[in-house]
């Protein structure tokens, strides 16, 4: 069971838009910064969001962040086949002094 | 341009140690946090530890506290993690990563490309 809360799995057709949402607490995402990372078949994950909604260079803007109280939201809009990965939020727990992630979402792309 | 390469990895028996390294390059490593994460085969991420950029902090998972040990040479830009008392959870791949920090959060920027590690008899 994760500390933070990701739904197992989100889909939508080419163009569209698909939100994941992650679910935390007071002591990580409420009190500190999310990031998400996204991960292709077999191959290592890869920064896409920092700071709840900055994008690393190179990222495109199609990926967007943004966090309300204790959950944060990743969106990819104009869904491509080469989006279809998992993706995973994650953040520091200031009580617990580890780094949690969620258990992470898998994009399909119909 | 930044590269973690990890190095040790393999199968070994329950109980038995393993010690992973992780080559640095292309970026400061002596002022650099690092952690460790791995991945159950079909599981999600999950987070091992962290060793601060002059190994004055560390802090671990509970599922390998006092097991597994994080250092750092600084000198020669590598990290390490000595996995003690291996058990079959422990089987997973195995990745280094960078910590870089924004506005007041940190994050990992860059990864290693992952070590399998393989606990069975």
């Known amino acids: 069971q994760s500390v933070l809360t990701q739904p197992p799995s989100v889909s939508a057709a080419p163009g569209q838009k698909v939100t994941i949402s992650c679910s935390g607490s007071?002591?990580?995402?409420?009190?500190?910064?999310v990031s998400w990372y996204q991960q292709l078949p077999g191959t290592a994950p890869k920064l896409i969001i920092y700071?709840?909604?900055q994008r690393p260079s190179g990222i495109p803007d199609r990926f967007s962040g943004s966090k309300s109280g204790t959950s944060a939201t990743l969106g990819i809009s104009g869904l491509q086949t080469g989006d279809e990965a998992d993706y995973y939020c994650?953040?520091?727990?200031?009580?617990?002094?580890?780094?949690?992630f969620g258990g992470g979402t898998k994009v399909t792309v119909l | 341009q930044v590269q973690l390469v990890e190095s040790g990895g393999g199968a070994v028996q329950p109980g038995r140690s393993l010690r992973l390294s992780c080559a640095a390059s292309?970026?400061?490593?002596?002022?650099?946090?690092m952690h460790w994460v791995r991945q159950a085969p079909g599981k999600g991420l999950e987070w091992v530890g962290l060793?601060?950029?002059?190994?004055?902090?560390?802090f671990y998972s509970d599922s390998v506290k006092g097991r597994f040990i994080i250092s750092r040479d600084n000198s020669n830009n590598t990290l390490y993690l000595q996995m003690n008392s291996l058990r079959s959870d422990d089987t997973a791949v195995y990745y280094c990563?960078?910590?870089?920090?924004?506005?007041?959060?940190?994050?990992?920027?860059?990864w290693g490309q992952g070590i399998h590690v393989t606990v069975s008899s």
């Open positions: 990563a960078k910590v870089d920090s924004g506005d007041g959060g940190f994050f990992f920027d860059y």
């Open positions: 292309g970026f400061t490593f002596s002022t650099t946090g």
């Open positions: 994650g953040a520091w727990d200031s009580s617990l002094s580890v780094w949690v």
């Open positions: 700071d709840y909604g």
């Open positions: 060793i601060s950029y002059d190994a004055t902090y560390k």
């Open positions: 007071s002591s990580n995402i409420g009190n500190n910064f």
